[in-house]
């Protein structure tokens, strides 16, 4: 499926050998997808291209920053994203994408559409957890952070400890 003409790859024409092609993408890529998990993004993907007289190879690099919100405290901030993905293409009778890292294009093809491999990269890159910077150095200041802390059960000053539980951290020693 491809979402727009911003990322085709054009490889009629060129020569045997090394190639390099930029890329950029920003939030409105992600939603095409209907991908809402970012607030905003800005990510540069360098391609290193290969042409072989019989098959391509594509070294894709994504490096930028997206903003999206703490898992933990809802907050939004900044992730340093940077990803890679290899992919192979080869040339057979008709188009197969069934395998991550080969890509089989019908004979006479000309172009690579890219799109659902850069966002495919991007969101499998990114982590389940996204926890703020600022929750595990302990600067941020969120009502839901200190809300968490009252619940925590670590936290013997809690008021919610339960001093029933005193017996069975005895067991743990």
């Known amino acids: 499926m491809s979402i727009s003409n911003k990322f085709v790859l054009k490889f009629a024409g060129l020569k045997d050998g090394k190639h390099k092609f930029e890329y ?3 939030n409105s890529f992600f939603k095409k997808y209907n991908y809402r998990e970012f607030n905003d993004a800005n990510i540069n993907f360098n391609v290193d ?5 019989t098959v391509l190879e594509l070294q894709i690099i994504g490096d930028g920053i997206v903003n999206i919100n703490c898992t933990l405290s809802n907050e939004p901030f900044d992730y340093n994203l940077k990803t890679r993905f290899k992919l192979i293409v080869k040339f057979g009778e008709y188009h197969d994408d069934s395998n991550d890292e080969l890509l089989i294009l019908p004979q006479g093809s ?4 890219l799109d659902q491999f850069l966002y495919e990269m991007v969101v499998l890159s990114m982590p389940i957890r996204n926890v703020h910077p600022g929750v595990e150095d302990g ?14 059960i670590n936290n013997e000053k809690s008021s919610n400890f339960d001093p029933r ?9």
């Open 24 to 26: 950029e993408a920003d």
């Open 49 to 53: 291209f290969i042409k072989k007289s």
């Open 110 to 113: 000309h172009s690579i559409n």
């Open 139 to 152: 600067s941020i200041k969120s009502d839901v952070i200190n809300r968490l802390k009252d619940f925590d």
């Open 165 to 173: 539980w005193d017996k069975l951290k005895k067991l743990k020693k």
